[in-house]
């Protein structure tokens, strides 16, 4: 059953990919055909009785040959017509008495036009009065080539136009900072980038703490410990893999005082088009309180490989964990994260460690001998994108189960890759 489901929605999210190379069609072929394999076990459950002859799921099996023959299917989409479909004749026939809808409808498009041109009539207008008071002001011996010079363009109204706003590219702007377009930026930069991933944060940190304040408030107990480890990891050029390891005797800090922040924006390139930024998102680690008891946060991907290379290759040299607490030490340069890290749960019979009935990833709580979660802390740099995890709840689930304490009554988590196309791409 879930094969059967997983692989329609595999099919799904490949076919709407904006580029195909003759892996990816053998790949699209293979999840239909997963499909037609697995759809009676969706009849034995119960969940289909009627038979399977859908006309929109035998259309599915034109597409593999429509690609090859006329390019990607998003390029075809009706997304336009669709949204023009509901602004010129569903809106207006909503306005009408549900009686003679063609001509209700082209009396209302009719008005709608008629206010329109007034609207821009009665702007023009405006605008060429304060245009007469300004020529009013100027000297009259003006040259010809005064005369003649074509004023800026004016701002005009155009809240009746569907224009798609751009995302912000926090790449362009952490490039920007580097060389030394804004003199007077705060550092370190609020804003900066790695190869892959581009990162901001507020000006001005969400809470100023001691260490130990900020353990206590945090609810981590091993904070001060996982500092010192991680200075020591930057002292001797060692790689940051979260491990929980403890090499050092004496947590005494060169500093005390932590500048925090409870959030941070996160942009990637588009999986297809690398010169292309996607839409930012924001990673969220608040301590607990009164409104969220055990806290609120979220789930990333890290690179736990030097030689890594996100998101080409995948989870492989990557690690999955939660973020805890965004921090500078006050008076320096680092910009850190800790986090608590998830192993992937083996899977036997695949070679990929991909559950074989859901295809995502089992991902569990690393703990030491005594229960407690395995943290570190790690350059915030080595984020290299959000992730999305559901609790796996076995036969029963909790009963204190609730969506605050979701992380904490859970051990064993899938690593949902269907939570965005992008991330889908990656992991697949």
Avoid at 295 to 308: E, H, K, Q
Avoid at 324 to 351: C, D, K, W
Wanted: net charge negative; charged share 20%; glycine share 4%.
């Amino acid at each position: 059953f879930l094969t059967a489901i997983h692989s329609l929605m595999d099919f799904r999210y490949l076919a709407q990919a904006p580029m195909f190379m003759d892996d990816s069609l053998t790949e699209l072929a293979s999840a239909l055909q997963d499909f037609y394999d697995n759809k009676d076990a969706i009849m034995a459950a119960g969940a289909w009785k009627d038979s399977w002859e859908i006309p929109k799921l035998e259309l599915l099996q034109s597409i593999v040959p429509s690609i090859r023959l006329s390019g990607a299917v998003m390029q075809w989409s009706a997304d336009p017509t669709e949204h023009a479909h509901v602004q010129e004749i569903k809106v207006p026939a909503r306005a009408g008495n549900n009686r003679d809808y063609y001509n209700q409808i082209a009396r209302h498009l009719d008005c709608a036009e008629k206010c329109l041109r007034f609207d821009i009539a009665t702007y023009m207008e405006s605008k060429q009065g304060e245009e007469d008071l300004r020529v009013d002001e100027i000297d009259g011996n003006e040259t010809e080539q005064d005369k003649e010079h074509e004023p800026d363009e004016e701002e005009f109204p155009t809240d009746h136009l569907a224009a798609t706003r751009s995302p912000i590219n926090y790449f362009t702007i952490a490039d920007a900072l580097v060389r030394g377009c804004i003199p007077n930026a705060p550092r370190p930069y609020r804003t900066f980038s790695t190869t892959t991933t581009a990162f901001h944060l507020s000006t001005k940190p969400s809470l100023r703490l001691s260490v130990d304040e900020a353990a206590a408030m945090f609810n981590l107990p091993d904070l001060r410990a996982a500092i010192s480890e991680y200075l020591h990891r930057l002292e001797s050029r060692m790689p940051h893999h979260v491990s929980g390891v403890r090499s050092q005797q004496d947590h005494q800090l060169p500093f005390d005082r932590l500048q925090i922040w409870c959030k941070v924006c996160i942009q990637q390139m588009h999986y297809h088009s690398r010169q292309t930024p996607d839409t930012p998102q924001t990673l969220r680690a608040f301590h607990p309180s009164t409104v969220n008891p055990h806290g609120l946060y979220d789930a990333a991907i890290v690179n736990a490989d030097p030689d890594s290379d996100w998101p080409q290759r995948g989870l492989e040299g990557h690690s999955v964990v939660q973020l805890h607490m965004i921090f500078r030490p006050l008076h320096s340069e680092l910009l850190a994260a800790y986090v608590q890290r998830f192993g992937v749960v083996t899977q036997q019979g695949n070679t990929n460690n991909r559950n074989a009935r859901t295809g995502m990833y089992l991902v569990r709580w690393a703990v030491r001998s005594n229960g407690s979660r395995i943290g570190d802390v790690l350059p915030i740099t080595l984020i290299r994108s959000p992730a999305h995890l559901i609790p796996h709840f076995g036969k029963e689930a909790h009963l204190r189960l609730t969506s605050q304490t979701s992380y904490e009554l859970s051990s064993d988590f899938w690593l949902n890759k269907y939570w965005s196309k992008e991330f889908y791409y990656t992991l697949s």
